[in-house]
């Protein structure tokens, strides 16, 4: 009689189904930072079918239990529903072998040379703040006309930086870069803008930023040697400038400028 009372609780614990819980886990939900054109996986269970929206997907995306990066700049990513999180996603460069023109200071952030305004704030209308808020951050040689403002960063890579006005306000900005070692310029390029075209006989390229949460081309730019300046010229101008020779003649005005006092 025991051996069956035995056998008879076995069979019914054996029955029994337990429902396996699905309920996402997220163990860090804070804040990543990872390196451009990188992918990380989440700590946590059940992330698979997480959904997530992107504040900036030009920057960052994220789908089930992985971050992918894509510029560099800064991102807030989260999800929707009844399993809501969010991420706060820096994408940092890699390479960092030149300088950038200076062109905003967010709010509450430090000056940081990848970070530009978010939608409703233009790059081209900074005017003097920008160059002072430049001015305060670099060791810089000044040398000015009415119209541009060039500054000496002490990065032998890229000698100089300058900024075009008309009438008070920016219209374009760039970096001249040296000759001398131009082998992080394409992944330089790589993690910052989507990259349109390339030359490498001619060393020239065309590439462009999108808005943060718009997806419309922030501005563009192009890269072109300028055998008068010693090197390449890196320009960035807003995106009412068509593509292409409209572009090239810009950088033609601009190399013709700097000549004058570099």
Same mark, same amino acid.
């Given at each position: 009689?025991?051996?069956?009372?035995?056998?008879?609780?076995?069979?019914?614990?054996?029955?029994?189904?337990?429902?396996?819980?699905?309920?996402?886990?997220?163990?860090?939900?804070?804040?990543?930072?990872?390196?451009?054109?990188?992918?990380?996986?989440?700590?946590?269970?059940?992330?698979?079918?997480?959904?997530?929206?992107?504040?900036?997907?030009?920057?960052?995306?994220?789908?089930?239990?992985?971050?992918?990066?894509?510029?560099?700049?800064?991102?807030?990513?989260?999800?929707?529903?009844?399993?809501?999180?969010?991420?706060?996603?820096?994408? #940092?460069?890699? %390479?960092?072998?030149?300088?950038?023109? !200076?062109?905003?200071?967010?709010?509450?952030?430090? $000056? /940081?040379?990848?970070?530009?305004?978010?939608?409703?704030?233009?790059?081209?209308?900074?005017?003097?703040?920008?160059?002072?808020?430049?001015?305060?951050?670099?060791?810089?040689?000044?040398?000015?006309?009415?119209?541009?403002?060039?500054?000496?960063?002490?990065?032998?890579?890229?000698?100089?930086?300058?900024?075009?006005?008309?009438?008070?306000?920016?219209?374009?900005?760039?970096?001249?870069?040296?000759?001398?070692?131009?082998?992080?310029?394409?992944?330089?390029?790589?993690?910052?803008?989507?990259?349109?075209?390339?030359?490498?006989?001619?060393?020239?390229?065309?590439?462009?930023?999108?808005?943060?949460?718009?997806? #419309?081309?922030? %501005?563009?730019?192009?890269?072109?040697? !300028?055998?008068?300046?010693?090197?390449?010229?890196? $320009? /960035?101008?807003?995106?009412?400038?068509?593509?292409?020779?409209?572009?090239?003649?810009?950088?033609?005005?601009?190399?013709?400028?700097?000549?004058?006092?570099?």
């Amino acid at each position: 009689m025991g051996l069956f009372l035995f056998s008879a609780c076995v069979g019914k614990e054996m029955n029994e189904v337990v429902e396996e819980d699905t309920t996402p886990v997220l163990d860090n939900f804070i804040f990543h930072g990872i390196e451009a054109g990188k992918t990380i996986s989440l700590q946590g269970k059940n992330l698979d079918k997480l959904v997530w929206t992107s504040s900036d997907p030009f920057c960052a995306t994220a789908d089930g239990g992985k971050i992918h990066s894509n510029h560099v700049g800064f991102a807030n990513i989260y999800t929707t529903g009844a399993d809501r999180f969010a991420l706060w996603v820096l994408v #940092s460069p890699k %390479y960092n072998d030149y300088d950038l023109p !200076f062109v905003c200071e967010p709010s509450g952030q430090t $000056a /940081l040379n990848y970070y530009w305004p978010s939608p409703g704030q233009s790059l081209w209308n900074k005017g003097p703040a920008t160059i002072a808020a430049y001015e305060n951050t670099r060791e810089k040689d000044r040398r000015s006309t009415n119209s541009l403002v060039v500054y000496k960063t002490g990065n032998i890579k890229s000698p100089y930086v300058c900024y075009f006005f008309d009438n008070g306000a920016l219209t374009q900005a760039g970096t001249i870069i040296s000759l001398s070692d131009l082998s992080a310029l394409p992944f330089f390029l790589k993690e910052r803008y989507d990259v349109i075209s390339v030359d490498t006989i001619n060393y020239s390229a065309y590439f462009e930023h999108k808005h943060f949460e718009e997806g #419309s081309i922030d %501005y563009i730019g192009g890269l072109q040697y !300028f055998p008068q300046l010693g090197g390449l010229l890196l $320009a /960035l101008m807003p995106p009412t400038i068509t593509k292409g020779s409209n572009i090239d003649m810009v950088m033609e005005q601009m190399a013709k400028e700097l000549t004058k006092i570099i």
